[in-house]
């Protein structure tokens, strides 16, 4: 059974930083692309990084751009979201979901999310 | 950008109803459409890609169909527990955009 257990959450403050992690397990991690989308609260769906299975390739959006970095280390089959110059604007459920790089990225399997608090 | 346009934003039904929901794309997707099932506090949950193909372990109820730009999502008997809040979600190419969601409600 596939699970992606997110980590790293938490309170920071305008300006600061935060390293959030997703652990997974129950597939053959390098075959997969795997994302990061962010859920503002009482809002939509936005996808903020993907990475493909190989690490060679990564994708952001524009609001985040020059400011989070996705990585992953295969060998422990983690991949992380380091996310500096935080604003508030940045506030939200943050999942990690698996997928496969077809064009895009298509998300098969998603986490539960770690929330993220950008405030003074 | 490829910005993408659900409709309605809500919707009441009961159970047993079929109800169809609308995603429109800004340009021309091909079929790289997914649609998603969203629960208050919970993660989002695949439910069909390439437009029509039905996720495995999601119920026959769940349809979809469309190619281009104009693709729709039906369900074909509410049960219970479909009410929720439905996402599409086009993957032709970054970055990577969703509908602003449907709200599907008991009447």
């Known amino acids: 059974e596939v699970q992606l257990v997110e980590s790293g959450g938490g309170l920071v403050q305008p300006g600061g930083s935060l390293r959030l992690s997703c652990a997974a397990s129950g597939l053959t991690f390098s075959n997969y692309a795997m994302s990061w989308v962010r859920q503002a609260p009482g809002k939509g769906l936005e996808w903020v990084s993907t990475i493909s299975g190989s690490g060679i390739s990564t994708y952001y959006a524009d609001s985040v751009k020059d400011r989070f970095t996705i990585s992953r280390d295969n060998s422990k089959n983690m991949v992380y979201l380091q996310m500096n110059s935080l604003r508030a604007e940045d506030t939200a459920v943050y999942y990690c979901?698996?997928?496969?790089?077809?064009?895009?990225?298509?998300?098969?399997?998603w986490g539960q999310g770690t929330l993220v608090t950008v405030s003074s | 950008d490829i910005q993408m346009t659900q409709s309605p934003s809500s919707l009441s039904a009961s159970v047993g109803d079929r109800v169809t929901i609308t995603c429109r794309a800004s340009q021309g997707i091909s079929n790289y459409l997914a649609w998603f099932q969203q629960k208050p506090g919970k993660a989002p949950k695949s439910l069909i890609y390439a437009a029509s193909s039905l996720q495995s372990g999601v119920p026959s109820n769940f349809s979809g169909s469309g190619s281009g730009t104009d693709f729709t999502l039906t369900i074909s008997s509410l049960q219970p527990e479909d009410f929720a809040t439905y996402y599409c979600q086009q993957y032709n190419s970054y970055p990577i955009t969703f509908g602003q969601g449907t709200r599907l409600e008991i009447k």
């Open positions: 979901a698996k997928g496969f790089m077809v064009r895009g990225v298509r998300f098969d399997y």
